[in-house]
């Protein structure tokens, strides 16, 4: 069925600094989908993303890979065959937990897949090792492929014991050479593959002394980050208590602009009763004016009056007294 995509995910994707080994770089400008590809013919499982047409995460799960989170949304993993670490962040915790647990189930699977291979591989060779009379116990070692100088002496004097003292059984001079030789270039080919042995320990040596410096790198940046998401933390607790305190005085800012609303309402209302209680000093003046006005006539016409009837009595008089009017006035 060739390679199928068994999960797949949502991450920004970041690979570290080559030069700076600390740094990390962003190979996507936005969050692109990270799938776990499974190769039934080759039993691998791998790590692929792409941006576009660019792949920017090929990463092969071996059974010595581990994914670290590193933060409640941030991991990575190593690996040796790209010479990189990759990094991902996710939009929430769920996603890199779940992220997570399928890199272990896969790499337990890849761990399993490459025990399976091996005893394929050792049960094949079991036989061609045991006709050649070799020890499957046996640690692999340039001794024990070649042997030791005493054993291959041993081995050439047994050889050369049938030819020192022949018997009727023996094999003739000719037959005698030919298996020398055999046994010269098998010398040689084991000498050969000791030379190819010592040279690939030599340059595994190296690479785990340049693994163990990227690890202590890794180890270092690991540390850093988690500092730095520590400080982080802490400013986004620190922004958080602002967020708070903007919160409460924007509260009580909107509770004084209802009071002050409310006041404003008040001194309307009393400016307008101002306005009615001047209104009504000015009618109570018009009044007051009009009423001494009223006042004023009315003793008027009383002054008028009394005139008046004085003078009706004295018309009275003088119609029927005469004479009592000029008697009155000249006392």
């Known amino acids: 069925m060739g390679e199928q995509p068994i999960f797949s995910t949502r991450a920004h994707v970041f690979q570290i600094d080559p030069n700076t080994k600390k740094n990390w770089v962003p190979t996507s400008k936005h969050a692109v989908t990270v799938s776990y590809f499974y190769d039934s013919t080759r039993n691998v499982y791998r790590i692929i993303s792409l941006d576009g047409s660019k792949a920017i995460i090929n990463s092969t799960i071996t ?24 990094g991902l962040g996710f939009s929430s915790e769920h996603h890199l937990t779940k992220f997570a647990e399928k890199f272990q189930e896969f790499k337990e699977a890849a761990r399993l897949a490459k025990e399976k291979s091996q005893e394929k591989m050792e049960l094949t060779s079991t036989p061609s090792q045991e006709s ?110 602002v967020h708070t305190h903007k919160a409460e005085l924007n509260q009580t800012i909107q509770e004084l602009e209802e009071t002050l609303k409310k006041k404003e309402e ?36 009383f002054h ?23 008697f009155l006035l000249s006392l």
């Open 132 to 241: 050649a009379g070799g020890d499957l116990q046996s640690p692999l070692t340039p001794e024990s492929i070649n042997g030791t100088d005493d054993e291959r002496t041993h081995e050439v004097t047994q050889n050369s014991e049938p030819r020192a003292e022949p018997t009727q059984n023996a094999l003739p001079f000719s037959h005698s050479s030919a298996i020398s030789k055999h046994w010269e270039a098998e010398l040689a080919t084991l000498k050969g593959n000791n030379a190819k042995l010592t040279a690939a320990l030599l340059e595994s040596t190296a690479n785990v002394k340049q693994w163990k410096q990227q690890l202590a790198a890794y180890q270092e940046e690991a540390e850093r980050l988690h500092k730095r998401v520590t400080e982080l933390e802490c400013v986004s607790s620190q922004a958080n208590a």
């Open 63 to 86: 059974p010595n890979m581990t994914f670290t989170k590193t933060s409640q949304k941030f991991g990575q993993w190593a690996d040796s065959r790209a010479n990189t670490v990759y």
């Open 304 to 326: 008028f009056f009394i005139i008046s009837c004085i003078k009706c009595d004295f018309c009275f008089l003088e119609f029927h007294f005469p004479g009592s009017l000029s």
């Open 266 to 301: 008040e001194i309307e209302k009393l400016k307008q009763e101002i306005d009615n209680a001047r209104e009504l000093q000015e009618q109570r003046d018009s009044l007051t004016q009009k009423l001494q006005v009223r006042c004023y006539a009315n003793s008027v016409l």
